[in-house]
Every structure is written in C-alpha cells, then in structure tokens.
C-alpha cells in the first residue's frame, strides 16, 4: 500500500513569490492534515480535513495560506505572498475516522521550503 | 492547550547502550503517540499507546497516566537508531490534530 505522497519535496524561492504543495493521502483516509515544523521544533497543526471540509484552521495565518480539498481526497497548501518566516517544512499526514476515540496518523516525507 | 516537555533535547551514546528518552505534558490525553524522523523530514510512527507498555523489537514505550509521563527506551542501540525521537499528545477524540514536543535528537556512535 502505497504511503502519504508529498510534492515538491524541496522548494527554493525568493520572498514574495507564491508556492504551493500537494499531499496525496493513503487510499481510503478520510482525514487529512497539513502540519508545519520549524527547525529544531516539533510541528504545529495548521489544518484538518474531514472528507472535504476543514474542521480546524484556527492555526493556520489566513492572511497568507490557504488550503483546499476539493473532491475529499489529495490536498493542496498555498502561500501567497512567501515571508522569510515561512521556511520550515510542511508535513501533510492522513488517518482513518472510524468513530473510536483515537486513531493513528500516517506522515508524509514533508516539504522543505527555503525561502531566501 | 497540553504543553509537551522531553528530555534530553540531545543525546549521544555508544552502540549497545540502552538508551531513554522521556516525555512530560501537562493535561490529560487520550493517547500518546512516539514517533521518529530521519534526515529529510519523514516522520514515521513507533508507538500509539494510552496506558502500561507496548514492545516492538529493541523498542519499548511506557506510559505513566497518573504521573502524566512516557518513556521510550532503545536496548542493544546501533548506529541506524540515530534519528530524532518525538512524543505527541492526543489530548481530544477521534481525528483530533496532535500537540508535539519538541524532539530528541539521537545520535548513537560506533
């Protein structure tokens, strides 16, 4: 069974360009997220779907990011414009919501973005 | 919001030795989750457990509720466990996104 796929795996702009990343999730997984870990830090959620709809952005910067899972299934981030803070890596993750009360998550190889 | 402490931040040990790596966080959780990351940022889970212990191989996680405290402990250490060790609380239900510590960074030399 194939894993979470994540797209670019590295991505090098310049401050003020947009860029985006996909997260195509395990077969079958309902749920999604979008994580972003600073260096040297664990990561933060940033949001959660639930089939197509996004159950948790309360992290995540509207101002700048943005974030659809249109058919319930592969994701995309967005950021528009890139700040020089935004350099981290974005981890996409997905799970199974089966109703119990605690469900494994499976993690992506994540994005590195540099933003120079 | 459960806060997540580990220690150490960084550890470096001879191969063979057994090695532990604990976790603190502040509220209750449904369950807590250990995970490891190599170079190059994929996260891979270890353990999902929410009471007593749970083995895997020369991987052990234990779990103290009332003390609000995990370990995970690596015996017979070789020099492919060097990675960095991350614990993760699930605080609420279900599909909830999870609060992370911080991480250990382990290196374990020949």
């Known amino acids: 069974e194939a894993g979470v796929v994540q797209s670019p795996r590295y991505k090098i702009i310049e401050k003020k360009q947009p860029v985006a990343f996909w997260c195509n999730p395990i077969s079958g997984h309902n749920t999604l997220y979008w994580y972003r870990q600073n260096l040297g830090q664990g990561p933060e959620l940033l949001i959660r779907y639930e089939n197509e709809e996004a159950v948790d952005d309360s992290q995540l910067p509207k101002d700048r990011f943005s974030a659809e899972r249109l058919k319930g299934v592969d994701s995309t981030l967005k950021i528009q414009p890139a700040e020089l803070g935004d350099s981290a890596v974005y981890l996409c993750?997905?799970?199974?919501?089966?109703?119990?009360?605690?469900?494994?998550?499976?993690f992506g190889p994540g994005t590195r973005l540099t933003v120079t | 919001k459960n806060e997540v402490e580990q220690s150490p931040q960084n550890l470096t040990a001879q191969e063979g030795e057994f090695i532990t790596i604990n976790c603190s966080y502040s509220?209750?959780?449904?369950?807590l989750h250990w995970l490891q990351q190599h170079p190059g940022g994929g996260i891979v889970s270890l353990f999902m457990?929410?009471?007593g212990k749970k083995k895997h191989g020369r991987l052990i996680a234990t779990i103290n509720i009332q003390e609000k405290h995990s370990s995970l402990h690596i015996t017979a250490s070789h020099p492919r466990d060097s990675a960095v060790y991350i614990c993760?609380?699930?605080?609420?239900?279900?599909?909830?996104?999870?609060?992370f510590g911080k991480g250990t960074h382990l290196i374990i030399q020949p």
């Open positions: 457990l929410s009471s």
């Open positions: 509220v209750g959780i449904s369950a």
């Open positions: 993750a997905s799970s199974y919501l089966r109703g119990g009360p605690v469900i494994e998550q499976y």
């Open positions: 993760a609380a699930h605080s609420g239900g279900g599909a909830d996104g999870l609060t």
